[in-house]
């Protein structure tokens, strides 16, 4: 606690045991289901954090911008996915990648697309390895593993000398809205089914496809079996989050990160504490407000990381300032929170809160001591 | 337009000239009111968006975090007002600004957080400028300005030599909830009689209140008199959103920034235009969900700002995806907009979607020229 009061709030924590559990806890599904791991690098944005993930079983990462992708090469990974659909403005920055040495794979889901990288891929006399995208579950990109285009799009690839059609890839992002761990189990056979029927039926018409790379951290965690699939991709479950824990799938002692906000008034009649944690620090993200039990904008702790016994909840945010009250908006003595109290805020979303930050107050035992920070990579360019 | 294809998407870019517009709009304001100006810089966090502001009636700013004070100091503005009650872990940091030279003026609105104050100015021997918060809506945070507190506060930082009692301020927050322009010019009255008649309680028992600092830009937009302020803080306006455009203070035209995006593949039988905009780049603000037209995540607008003709929202976003579809989620061709499209999207709060970002694009004309870029200052310490 004494370590807390050397920072000044808001301040993002990562509590470092808890991301080793977290960790961990992945690194065993993965050996138990006798897949390679490819961590996704969109929650953390640090390599801190990613060193701690990559083994044996888990030499690539997953990216979302090419930000992070030229972060991570010059920290010294370099088999990469970057699972975004490209943009055609982009292709100069991801054939530059490639011809530093990055050993870039990108998605495509459309001719028009694949057109765009063959020709990029033709005038940098560069090689670009590729994937196909598939949509298992009408979440949002991708092709059917059943279509025509599948094939078309193969074909397409294949033609080009400049591109080097690697197999296929997808997301079953519906998982997260996903009502129960039977539901999550079945998404997961849904995911790895159809990429493994996409993978076969590429394999069926003479065109490569070594790689089956699916995932999510529910998935991952639920699957019962993932035969067929090479590699799966999960990022938030290293943090978790408060979406998580209303899926099921963790619990609030495996939050990993949290928003150190300090207590600077009350409005008692109302009930309010009212804090320097605004949506400026947590994000607006209210994804638990679709869940049974609708967190606010965050789950309010003490110092030490455990809930209030009152069951606060962020109710409402401004930019810099946070309003606490309790879950039901009964009346409670606030000012047993006097101001300059330090309060930890777990996050409804591991990815857009961490996003606000520059970085991490690595935090260990109880009390806390601060034992490092580590720095995350924002932004696009 | 060829000059926006050299960006890569996600971009921020602000257009200088309704920029422009909308500064001389509120510098005819406060002209017009007879009371100077405090921009607030929370919104642009940019010294040459704000230097386009300053002038000889506009000398100070308003700061929403220590960081922007320092940033600001450091391109020399030296008068500011640090809006948001002080947590005593920053105390520290605010002394060290003030024997810098920063002339940083700090509110408070309990007794706890004054004394605090006093405490660490006479322990670090400087004389710091406050300014009483007070509630005039039921806002956030603040003391009422009939309240026995307000006296008892005075008399309490009138007690400390460290501390200097410059007078009141306040901000009718409640104004963004306002349902006509009526309501918001009864709001500005509200906001200016209360701060008003605070300062005239606080002289009438010998203690000192110069300052009478209000505002907001819905109520200084509207507002019919402001008699006895001193000073109007508003920041939103350089920029104007969609929340604004809803609220009927502004149209769609004079909203400065928004997001490039590209368009990254398309799902045409569920009519999805998918880009490379996610809520990494807009935010995950919702605002306008409140309001009679719910602009979803955002209002489409082509390469040159003109909305398109299909009433194209942001639907849904993911971290590093835009889901886009008409309004009405009507069938649409998605073809017309082919992958590689660049689109304009609107935010719905501009403070928001700019603090996503490292800076703007600064763009002018038809087609738009890329003239200049302009860093922001984002974060806390």
Same mark, same amino acid.
């Given at each position: 606690?004494?370590?807390l009061?050397?920072?000044e709030?808001? /301040?993002l924590?990562l509590?470092?045991?808890v991301?080793?559990?977290?960790?961990?806890r992945v690194?065993?599904?993965?050996?138990?289901?006798?897949?390679?791991?490819?961590?996704h690098? %969109?929650?953390? %944005?640090?390599?801190?954090?990613v060193?701690r993930?990559? *083994?044996?079983?888990?030499?690539?990462?997953t990216v979302?911008?090419l930000?992070e992708?030229?972060?991570?090469?010059?920290?010294g990974v370099r088999?990469m996915?970057y699972?975004?659909?490209i943009a055609?403005?982009?292709?100069p920055?991801?054939?530059?990648?490639i011809r530093r040495? =990055?050993e870039?794979t990108v998605?495509? *889901?459309?001719?028009?697309a694949?057109r765009?990288?063959a020709?990029?891929?033709?005038?940098?006399r560069? %090689?670009v390895?590729?994937?196909?995208e598939?949509?298992?579950?009408?979440?949002?990109?991708g092709?059917?593993?059943?279509?025509p285009?599948?094939?078309?799009?193969?074909?397409?690839l294949?033609r080009?000398?400049? =591109?080097?059609l690697? +197999?296929?890839?997808?997301h079953? +992002?519906?998982?997260?809205?996903c009502?129960s761990?039977d &539901?999550?189990?079945?998404m997961?056979?849904?995911?790895?089914a159809?990429?493994?029927?996409? &993978?076969?039926?590429?394999?069926?018409?003479?065109?490569?496809?070594?790689?089956?790379s699916?995932g999510?951290? @529910?998935?991952?965690?639920?699957a019962?079996?993932l035969a067929?699939a090479?590699?799966?991709r999960?990022?938030?479950y290293?943090?978790?989050?408060l979406?998580? =824990?209303?899926?099921?799938?963790?619990g609030?002692?495996d939050?990993?990160?949290?928003?150190?906000?300090?207590v600077?008034?009350?409005? @008692?009649r109302?009930g309010?504490?009212i804090?320097?944690g605004?949506? /400026?620090a947590?994000?607006?993200d209210?994804?638990?407000?679709t869940?049974?039990k609708d967190?606010?904008y965050?789950?309010?702790?003490?110092?030490l990381g455990? @809930?209030?016994?009152e069951d606060?909840?962020v109710?409402?945010l401004?930019q810099e !300032?946070?309003?606490i009250?309790q879950?039901?908006?009964?009346?409670? *003595?606030?000012?047993r929170?006097?101001? +300059?109290t330090l309060?930890?805020?777990?996050?409804? !979303?591991?990815?857009?809160?961490?996003?606000?930050?520059d970085?991490? !107050?690595?935090?260990?035992g109880?009390p806390?001591a601060?034992v490092d920070f580590?720095?995350r990579?924002?932004g696009?360019i």
């Amino acid at each position: 606690l004494h370590e807390l009061c050397g920072l000044e709030t808001p /301040a993002l924590l990562l509590d470092r045991d808890v991301l080793d559990r977290n960790v961990a806890r992945v690194r065993d599904r993965t050996r138990q289901l006798g897949v390679e791991l490819r961590p996704h690098t %969109k929650t953390a %944005k640090s390599i801190d954090v990613v060193r701690r993930v990559l *083994d044996e079983r888990a030499r690539g990462i997953t990216v979302s911008v090419l930000k992070e992708a030229e972060y991570f090469f010059e920290q010294g990974v370099r088999d990469m996915v970057y699972a975004v659909g490209i943009a055609p403005c982009k292709l100069p920055h991801i054939v530059s990648l490639i011809r530093r040495g =990055v050993e870039l794979t990108v998605v495509v *889901d459309s001719m028009a697309a694949a057109r765009l990288l063959a020709e990029a891929a033709t005038a940098a006399r560069t %090689k670009v390895p590729v994937l196909i995208e598939l949509d298992v579950d009408a979440h949002r990109c991708g092709v059917s593993p059943g279509s025509p285009l599948l094939l078309e799009l193969g074909h397409e690839l294949a033609r080009s000398p400049a =591109v080097e059609l690697h +197999g296929v890839l997808t997301h079953a +992002g519906e998982s997260y809205h996903c009502r129960s761990i039977d &539901a999550i189990r079945e998404m997961a056979e849904r995911e790895r089914a159809g990429a493994v029927a996409a &993978a076969k039926r590429l394999r069926a018409v003479g065109l490569p496809a070594p790689v089956v790379s699916i995932g999510s951290t @529910p998935t991952l965690l639920f699957a019962e079996q993932l035969a067929g699939a090479t590699e799966v991709r999960a990022g938030v479950y290293m943090f978790n989050d408060l979406f998580m =824990v209303g899926l099921g799938i963790c619990g609030i002692e495996d939050v990993a990160i949290s928003v150190l906000v300090s207590v600077i008034g009350h409005q @008692p009649r109302r009930g309010w504490i009212i804090t320097d944690g605004g949506w /400026a620090a947590l994000s607006k993200d209210r994804g638990t407000s679709t869940q049974s039990k609708d967190q606010g904008y965050g789950l309010v702790c003490d110092a030490l990381g455990q @809930p209030l016994p009152e069951d606060l909840i962020v109710a409402s945010l401004n930019q810099e !300032h946070g309003i606490i009250r309790q879950r039901e908006d009964k009346p409670m *003595d606030v000012m047993r929170l006097p101001v +300059g109290t330090l309060l930890r805020i777990l996050p409804n !979303h591991a990815c857009a809160t961490a996003g606000q930050f520059d970085g991490y !107050h690595v935090v260990v035992g109880t009390p806390p001591a601060v034992v490092d920070f580590w720095p995350r990579v924002n932004g696009w360019i």
